[in-house]
């Protein structure tokens, strides 16, 4: 019995959804800036909270945000967790680590690859700084950082400590 | 969409780009649906004998009344009558067919319930409730309901 022959016991029946996406205007801005190298985001000038990546809004009081505010590239783990399933197509070989990472002056997390070290190395509040692909690879995409390295000789930050002292700072700008 | 508001406030500022969301589902069959694929790749249209002994085609599993387990496979000719029909003028990519076709429900000869599938009548005229038409078969088949090319009038 050849192999045609055998009954159907299989189906592939695959889903694709195309989508048009259309970044809107803050967070164009934002993968403009960052295929300079730059990280930009924006504060609220009700919370006085730096938003990043920026949406154009800020979701705590839904009011629009215009104040872009400049960030550096290095950041404190909030929370992290170790990957040991492969991603498809992705070329992250497990076991990965996936961190809540917030950048420095900055209020919201966003999720990046921490990497550069031994996995037993990253604990909340490790301090780590992006590693950028080669420039001729920028493009309009996070990505353009492939991951974050913990800072070498930073001592873990207390994230507590952490909330405390941006939340001193940003009072400074509420309702500027 | 060219004429959609949002292409009429088009904003050169705002970054674009298309994406793909993909699911890669591979299912198992089941016995039932199994021997119904097997069927078409085979050439032929299998339907299943219900508990009021009427025949389901597609076949299903289980007994749509009484939720019984059916396991009574019938084979049935590849002609049938269209119990419903509407007309495509123009084909989406994915229709497969290029040209205006009908989306139709198609009772097999011997069955008691109707498929859907496609009619390729040529123009909605050629198109009637109650016409009789027959399987053509794809060239190439593999176990999938697009063995089943369309139906054209018999």
């Known amino acids: ?176 | 969409m060219a004429n959609s508001p949002a292409a009429a406030q088009h904003d050169d500022d705002v970054l674009r780009d298309s994406f793909e969301l993909g699911f890669t589902y591979t299912r198992s069959t089941g016995p039932i649906i199994g021997a119904f694929l097997t069927g078409l790749r085979d050439g032929k249209i299998v339907g299943i004998k219900g508990s009021n002994g009427k025949v389901i085609c597609p076949p299903t599993e289980y007994d749509p009344h009484t939720a019984e387990e059916l396991t009574e496979l019938v084979d049935l000719p590849s002609t049938g009558t269209v119990t419903t029909w509407s007309w495509i003028s123009q084909p989406h990519p994915k229709h497969v067919l290029t040209k205006p076709f009908a989306w139709a429900l198609i009772k097999i000869d011997g069955a008691d319930t109707a498929m859907l599938h496609k009619v390729d009548a040529g123009s909605e005229a050629n198109m009637k409730t109650g016409m009789k038409v027959k399987v053509r078969w794809a060239a190439d088949r593999r176990g999938f309901m697009t063995d089943i090319e369309c139906f054209e009038p018999a």
């Open chain 1, 1 to 176: 019995m050849s192999e045609e022959q055998k009954p159907v016991e299989i189906m592939e029946s695959p889903v694709y959804m195309q989508y048009s996406f259309a970044a809107g205007r803050a967070t164009s801005r934002f993968l403009k800036s960052i295929k300079q190298g730059k990280l930009v985001g924006q504060r609220s000038s009700v919370t006085g909270k730096v938003i990043v990546p920026p949406r154009g809004s800020d979701a705590e009081t839904g009011t629009p945000t215009f104040e872009e505010v400049e960030l550096p590239d290095t950041a404190t783990v909030i929370t992290f967790t170790v990957v040991n399933i492969p991603i498809p197509n992705s070329k992250v070989q497990p076991p990965f680590i996936v961190a809540n990472l917030v950048l420095d002056n900055s209020d919201q997390t966003f999720i990046h690859l921490v990497s550069g070290c031994k996995n037993e190395d990253v604990q909340i509040g490790t301090r780590v700084k992006a590693v950028w692909r080669d420039q001729s690879e920028w493009e309009y995409s996070f990505n353009n950082i492939e991951y974050f390295q913990p800072i070498e000789g930073e001592a873990p930050v207390d994230i507590d400590a952490l909330k405390a002292k941006r939340l001193k700072e940003v009072e400074a700008y509420k309702h500027a």
